[in-house]
Structures are given as C-alpha cells and as structure tokens.
C-alpha cells in the first residue's frame, strides 16, 4: 500500500491537469469567442493574434495621437505592421470603440455610443466563433458549419491580395490615397 498511493496520487494530479488547457495554447490558439469585444486604446494595437502570431486581426491608430483607429487586419511579424485588409465601406473608429463577434451580426464594430460602424456583411446562420488564420483569413464559424466558414474577409478583399488568397471573377480591389486613410 506504502508504494501504491504516491502513484495514484501522481495519477489523478495528471488526470487533473489534462482537464486544464497550456498557459500558452489558450493565448495563441487564433480562436475567438463571440461576445469578447477588443476596445481601441492610445498607444497601443489591440488585437487578435493568429496561432503563429503572423497576423493580427484588430485596431491599428491611424496616426499617434490622432485618436482614430482602423479596423483592420495586419503582418504583425514585420516591424511596419503592413496592413493587408481592412473593411471598404467603414470609416475610422475613434478612441474607445469596440469590435466583438455576435451570433446574429457577426464581426461589430461600434462607437464609444454603441452605435454601429460595421458590421460583416449577410452571412447564413448564426456565428459560434471567429479564426484569425495564419494565412491572414479571419474567419466566422457555426454551430453546423463544420470546415466551411459562414464568413471570410477574403471574400471581400481590400488593397492586397494574400497568398492562398482567390480573387474571384467580378472581384475587385481597391487602394487608399495614403497609408493612413481608409
């Protein structure tokens, strides 16, 4: 008996840590929850990550201190942070706004007021949980949708175009005055 209760006591402590995600998995995952909301701060790019913290999905300031924020999508490994996608008919956020997915409107972006700035457009079901992809896709799934996304941002390009990303036929891209505007 003296040998046999360390080892079960070791057993049921591994047991008991299994039901616990790593530190790590649960922060870079590239999942996120429907009605976690990311807030548009100074001085900082609040974001989603995707797994390989290649790509960022989140608020970028247009310009220090501007108080104004793009919504958009971003290399986060390159020290310019270029901006590869970013909603084409919205315009800047301003300090305190807030993106979160929502089962019936998807991707929300609202004003310090709550009142709406974007929203992703029609999409069949209701959204269970959103994917920044390490191929720069962020993507919206259902309860039933299985691998297929009920809605992608490379359906609906911006200024660039990512590998393994399909432009298709009647699509179009469109590009900014300047870096800085929508």
Request: glycine share 8%.
């Given at each position: 008996m003296g040998f046999l209760l360390p080892h079960m006591i070791l057993f049921f402590f591994f047991i008991f840590l299994l039901n616990f995600p790593p530190l790590s998995s649960a922060q870079t995952n590239g999942n996120i929850t429907v009605g976690v909301p990311l807030t548009a701060t100074a001085g900082s790019n609040s974001s989603w990550l995707s797994s390989s913290r290649?790509?960022?999905?989140?608020?970028?300031?247009?310009?220090?201190?501007?108080?104004?924020?793009?919504?958009?999508?971003?290399?986060d490994i390159l020290p310019e942070k270029t901006i590869v996608w970013y909603p084409k008919d919205t315009t800047p956020a301003p300090l305190g706004s807030k993106v979160e997915l929502t089962p019936d409107k998807g991707v929300r972006l609202t004003d310090p007021r709550g009142e709406e700035i974007y929203r992703s457009q029609s999409f069949s079901g209701t959204a269970s949980y959103g994917v920044m992809n390490n191929t720069g896709n962020f993507q919206l799934f259902g309860e039933d949708s299985g691998s297929d996304p009920i809605w992608e941002t490379f359906s609906f390009p911006s200024d660039t175009l990512l590998p393994?990303?399909?432009?298709?036929?009647?699509?179009?891209?469109?590009?900014?005055?300047?870096?800085?505007?929508?």
């Open positions: 290649e790509f960022a999905f989140g608020f970028k300031e247009i310009a220090p201190n501007s108080n104004l924020f793009l919504l958009c999508i971003w290399y393994t990303q399909v432009l298709e036929r009647g699509g179009l891209l469109s590009s900014s005055q300047r870096q800085t505007s929508p």
